[in-house]
C-alpha cells in the first residue's frame, strides 16, 4: 500500500513571496505519478502539477514548480510570486502507473494561506 | 459541458435515515471516481467504475455503501441507516482512461445528526 505525507498542515506566505510544501511518500512501486492538487474554499479541487516518476526533469507550471527526489521519496511543491488566489488547502497525491484503475493517494494537505 | 457536477450540494438527515447522492461526470469520461474526505484529512479512495463496471471497492466501503453507474453516465452513491460517522465531504471525480488527471466535483457535504 502507498503511503503520502504532508508534515504542515498550516503555511504562509507574504504576497509575492516564495513558499515551498513538503511531501513524502512511501511505495514499492516503480513505476507512478505524482500530483499536487488545490482546494479552494468551497470550490472544487484542481490540479496544479503532475510528475512522472520515470521523469528526472521536475515539472514546472508557470509560477509551479516540483522538486521530485525520486530516492528519497520526497516530492515538494515550490509557489513563486505567491498570490492571494494561492489561498488554499493542498493535497499531495500518489498514482499507480497501470492499466487497471488509476485512484489517488492522498496526503493529509497543507492549508496555504497567502496574507497581502 | 461545465466539468463535474453533483447533487445535492448539503444533505441533513438523522441517524438511521438512508441518502442517495448523484454525481454526473464530464460526458466524454469513461471512467468515475468515489472519494469520501472528513474535515482536516485529504480524501480517501471508496470505489471506482470504468464504464459501468464497478471494478475496485475500497475496505472503507462498508455494507451499508453502495455504488452504480448504470448506464455508464451518472453514478449513484447510497448509505443505508446512516450514522454519525457518515459525515463528510462525498466528492466524485471523473477521468478518461490512458489519461492521469482526474476532475473533481464540488462534492455533496454530508452531516448525520
Known amino acids: 500500500a502507498q503511503t503520502v505525507t504532508q508534515s504542515q498542515p498550516e503555511m504562509s506566505v507574504q504576497e509575492a513571496e516564495t513558499v515551498t510544501l513538503s511531501c513524502t511518500y512511501d511505495t514499492s512501486e516503480n513505476n507512478y505519478y505524482l500530483f499536487w492538487y488545490k482546494q479552494p474554499p468551497s470550490r472544487q479541487m484542481i490540479l496544479v502539477i503532475r510528475q512522472e516518476a520515470y521523469k528526472q526533469q521536475n515539472a514546472t507550471e508557470n509560477r509551479f514548480s516540483v522538486n521530485f527526489q525520486k530516492a528519497a521519496k520526497s516530492f515538494s511543491l515550490k509557489i513563486s510570486d505567491s498570490q492571494l488566489g494561492d489561498t488554499a488547502m493542498y493535497f499531495c497525491?500518489?498514482?499507480?502507473?497501470?492499466?487497471?484503475?488509476?485512484?489517488?493517494?492522498f496526503g493529509e494537505g497543507t492549508q496555504l494561506t497567502v496574507n497581502p | 459541458d461545465t466539468g463535474v457536477s453533483q447533487d445535492p450540494r448539503h444533505k441533513i438527515t438523522k441517524r438511521g435515515q438512508n441518502v442517495t447522492f448523484r454525481c454526473d461526470p464530464i460526458?466524454?469520461?469513461?471512467?468515475l471516481y468515489w472519494y469520501r474526505q472528513t474535515l482536516g484529512q485529504g480524501p480517501e479512495f471508496l470505489t471506482y467504475?470504468?464504464?459501468?463496471?464497478?471494478?475496485?471497492k475500497s475496505r472503507l466501503l462498508s455494507d451499508r455503501f453502495s455504488a452504480e453507474r448504470p448506464k455508464g453516465s451518472f453514478s449513484t452513491l447510497e448509505i443505508q441507516r446512516t450514522e454519525q460517522g457518515d459525515s463528510a465531504m462525498y466528492l466524485c471525480?471523473?477521468?478518461?482512461?490512458?489519461?492521469?488527471?482526474?476532475?473533481f466535483g464540488q462534492g455533496t457535504r454530508l452531516t448525520v445528526v
Open positions: 471525480a471523473s477521468s478518461f482512461q490512458g489519461y492521469t488527471e482526474a476532475f
Open positions: 497525491a500518489f498514482m499507480k502507473r497501470e492499466t487497471s484503475g488509476s485512484r489517488l493517494t
Open positions: 467504475f470504468q464504464n459501468e463496471a464497478q471494478l475496485e
Open positions: 460526458s466524454e469520461h469513461n471512467r
